[in-house]
Nanobody, 125 residues
């Protein structure tokens, strides 16, 4: 069965950094585009960053230049390096796998079929 497990969240001051990890199992990880999404209380889930099976990336404008998505296929692990964190980055962060047969990176939650349990990121000022 497909399983995605996030870790690395926590509390940090504005301007600080965190690195999130997502360990995948139950499928051929290296062949799937993967994404990071976030959701704050009372708000819609939004796309943060995506990475294709070949390494192509796409970022939300709000995080471009501050966040970096990467993958280690040998470890079946997805990463999100978050630098210069801001209070508006506070949210639950989710790792997700793109639906089979689709490759376009659109930062849309509907393009993904499996999700992790989430890890909380809190940024204080």
């Amino acid at each position: 069965q497909v399983q995605l497990v996030e870790s690395g969240g926590g509390s940090v001051q504005s301007g600080g950094s965190l690195r999130l990890s997502c360990v995948a199992s139950g499928f051929t990880y290296s062949t799937y585009p993967m994404g990071w999404f976030r959701q704050a209380p009372g708000k819609e889930r939004e796309g943060v960053a995506e990475i294709g099976s070949g390494g192509t990336t796409r970022y939300a404008d709000s995080v471009k230049g501050r966040f970096t998505i990467s993958r280690d296929n040998a470890k079946n692990t997805l990463y999100l390096q978050m630098n210069n964190l801001k209070s508006e980055d506070t949210a639950m962060y989710y790792c997700a796998r793109m639906t089979s047969g689709w490759w376009l990176l659109r930062l849309r939650p509907g393009d993904y079929d499996y999700w992790g349990q989430g890890t909380q990121v809190t940024v204080s000022s």
